[in-house]
């Protein structure tokens, strides 16, 4: 069997120690270093009551990591207090890759936009899934009140800087290019439908789609 090592391109240099890594990058400032606080600022809290959307990772007992966008009208994160917070499920594909994750490894982080800003407010924590709460029926958007919801126990809060937004020009509409590749529909028929018809899938994916996001 051939090792991933055997199968890297002439030239690699790999770095095998977090002193050699500290050697390269360097040691960050007092203040990058001395950021993390453990509970949520005001700030914080009006941060959560504007995003609409966040990215959460997980990994799973061996370290096999996840990321799953989550997105819902802005402030879809509902905290009960300084150092809790929840957030609603929806209707998806029903892989729940991140949720079985979680139920073995409890560790999660959180990456909060707000469209236009660069700046990115990132949480770091414990999760349990929830079935059932009584703040559930706070929860409800356009009928749907949903069957889970991750409460998080909060351990890290800080805000990260816009360079990444900055350099990759992301909410820049002049560099948006959403035609340069082939859409949904035909993306689904080449990877991972290929025994649909495209009709049916452009069908799917057309505009009623939006129709159904909570359904």
Same mark, same amino acid.
């Given at each position: 069997m051939e090792t991933a090592a055997a199968a890297d391109p002439a030239g690699i240099v790999e770095v095998s120690s977090e002193a050699e890594l500290r050697e390269l990058i360097g040691e960050p400032s007092s203040h990058a270093a001395n950021k993390t606080r453990h509970r949520l600022h005001d700030l914080d809290r009006q941060w959560l009551a504007h995003s609409p959307f966040c990215v959460i990772a997980t990994a799973d007992t061996q370290g096999r990591c996840d990321v799953s966008p989550k997105g819902d009208p802005a402030g879809f994160t509902h905290v009960l207090d300084d150092t809790t917070l929840v957030i609603? =499920? +929806?209707?998806?594909? %029903? +892989?729940l890759d991140g949720m079985v994750n979680l139920l073995g490894n409890p560790h999660v982080g959180l990456n909060y936009f707000l469209p236009g800003r660069g700046d990115t407010l990132r949480i770091n924590? +414990?999760?349990? !899934?929830?079935? =059932?709460?009584? &703040? &559930? =029926?706070? !929860?409800i958007v356009k009928g749907n009140r949903p069957r889970l919801a991750l409460l998080v126990e909060v351990e890290e809060v &800080?805000?990260?800087?816009? %360079?990444? &937004? !900055? +350099?990759?020009?992301?909410?820049n509409p002049e560099t948006w290019q959403p035609d340069a590749l082939p859409s949904r529909a035909r993306i689904v028929k080449g990877v991972e439908a290929q025994e649909m018809p495209l009709a049916e899938l452009e069908q799917h994916y057309g505009p009623r789609y939006a129709e159904k996001l909570y359904g």
């Open positions: 609603p =499920d +929806r209707p998806g594909n %029903k +892989r924590g +414990r999760a349990r !899934l929830l079935r =059932d709460a009584p &703040f &559930f =029926d706070e !929860l &800080f805000y990260h800087c816009s %360079k990444a &937004f !900055l +350099r990759s020009q992301l909410w």
